[in-house]
């Protein structure tokens, strides 16, 4: 079983919300930190969101405001609520753990593909 999965992507109209939710195979209340990066055609992964153990969370500029992470530890779980979703959006999202609070960790989910129609 895959460490990280990934789900809730789709197509959606701009405008729209979609939840993403990335499972772990084991706990993760050992990753102080977990993320969320997208990676668009032709472009580098870029960082979208993070929250540490403590629910301190950060976000990307192109986000904040719109996009809302979240993780439940007893369900060894990691969200991501996006809203008010934008054609810009569209990318493949990949969650992430461990790492330091601005760096990502070494390991990834496969990742969920989001399209965000104009």
């Known amino acids: 079983q895959a460490p990280l999965v990934e789900s809730g992507g789709g197509l959606v109209q701009a405008g729209g919300s979609l939840r993403l939710s990335c499972v772990a195979s084991?706990?993760?209340?050992?990753?102080?930190?977990m993320h969320w990066y997208r990676q668009s055609p032709g472009k580098q992964r870029e960082f979208v969101a993070r929250?540490?153990?403590?629910?301190?969370?950060g976000y990307a500029d192109s986000v904040k405001g719109r996009f809302f992470i979240s993780r439940d530890n007893a369900k060894k779980t990691l969200s991501l609520q996006m809203d008010s979703l934008k054609p810009e959006d569209t990318a493949v999202y990949y969650c992430?753990?461990?790492?330091?609070?601005?760096?990502?960790?070494?390991?990834w989910g496969q990742g969920t593909q989001v399209i965000v129609s104009s």
């Open positions: 929250i540490s153990s403590g629910g301190y969370t």
């Open positions: 084991g706990s993760i209340s050992r990753f102080n930190n």
């Open positions: 992430n753990a461990g790492g330091t609070y601005t760096s990502p960790g070494s390991l």
